[in-house]
């Protein structure tokens, strides 16, 4: 991980802990709608950064039209978050518990393909198990909005320190000769 990478993962993990402590703070329902266009504009800045590296750089690449349909895929996301902006607080919370429910399962599964390979996995394992257990306390306090919010916050919270502790963690780099 370059400096600069080291850096940007630094500041996305503050400012999730700065977004988790003004939910806890202010716990009102419109929290669910705020995270959700913040989660809005992640997913569309990130799908323009990934179309924008398959234009400059990753058509040429070996497998670079996977980045091509990952940055239309989330910039989908992104758009489609945006436009239930509107819609009732229960279909935000569907929605928002629908990515939870995904970022576990990848992680889960990128976890089981890293032991495989001998990598290491118990970092990404404990990350979609604790996204899983989250989707289960949300579904259980569905009636219940302000618990919800905690929650969130919570996972926003832990998503911040599991950032922080991989940006700060060593790596072996593999030279290929």
Partial sequence: MTTLQKLVNVFLSLLMIAFGAILLLNPAEEALVVALLALAFVLMFYGIHMLFDYLTLSRHMVSGKVMLYIGIITLDMGVFSLSIYHASKTVVLLYLLGCHAITGAIS??????????????????????VSIVILIACLRNMNNPTALIYIFSAWLFYSAIMRLVNTFKSTEIIYIA
């Fill in 108 to 129: 889960i599964a990128r976890a089981i393909e890293s032991r495989m390979h001998d990598s290491p996995w118990k970092l990404m394992l404990s990350q979609g198990i």
